[in-house]
C-alpha cells in the first residue's frame, strides 16, 4: 500500500509564491512516476506537473514557467514549487502515484494513489 500527504498549502496573494509537498509512505517502489493535479470548485481536476522515472518531467501549458516539480528520493517527498501565482490557480492541490510510466503523464486515470489534497488560495 502507499499513503500520500500532502502539506504545505495556505493562502497568498496573487505574485506570490508558495510550496507544497507530499510525503510518500508505504511501498515506495509503486511510486516512481508522481505528479500534482488540482482541482477547483465547479471544474474537473487538471493535471499540473509531473516526474517520471528518470526524473524528466512535464508541466500543463497554464503552469509551465511558474510552477517547478521535483523529488527528494532520500526524503520520500515530492514537491511542487509555485511562483507568480494568479487567482486562478486557487484549488486544492493533489499529488498522485504510479509504480510505472513511459513517460510524466498530466492524465488522471494513469495514477492509482492519491493523497487527501491542501488548499492553495490566491487572493488579487
Known amino acids: 500500500q502507499v499513503q500520500l500527504v500532502e502539506s504545505g498549502g495556505g493562502s497568498v496573494q496573487a505574485g506570490g509564491s508558495l510550496k507544497v509537498s507530499c510525503e510518500v509512505s508505504?511501498?515506495?517502489?509503486?511510486?516512481?512516476?508522481m505528479a500534482w493535479f488540482r482541482q477547483a470548485p465547479g471544474k474537473e481536476r487538471e493535471g499540473v506537473a509531473a516526474?517520471?522515472?528518470?526524473?524528466?518531467?512535464g508541466y500543463s501549458g497554464s503552469v509551465k514557467g511558474r510552477f517547478t516539480i521535483s523529488k527528494d528520493n532520500a526524503e520520500n517527498t515530492l514537491y511542487l514549487q509555485m511562483s507568480s501565482l494568479k487567482p486562478e490557480d486557487t484549488a486544492t492541490y493533489y499529488c498522485?502515484?504510479?509504480?510505472?510510466?513511459?513517460?510524466?503523464?498530466?492524465?488522471?486515470?494513469?495514477?492509482?494513489?492519491w493523497g487527501q489534497g491542501t488548499q492553495v488560495t490566491v487572493s488579487s
Open positions: 508505504g511501498d515506495i517502489w509503486r511510486t516512481r512516476c
Open positions: 516526474i517520471g522515472t528518470s526524473g524528466n518531467t
Open positions: 498522485a502515484a504510479e509504480s510505472g510510466c513511459l513517460r510524466p503523464s498530466l492524465a488522471y486515470y494513469d495514477y492509482t494513489y
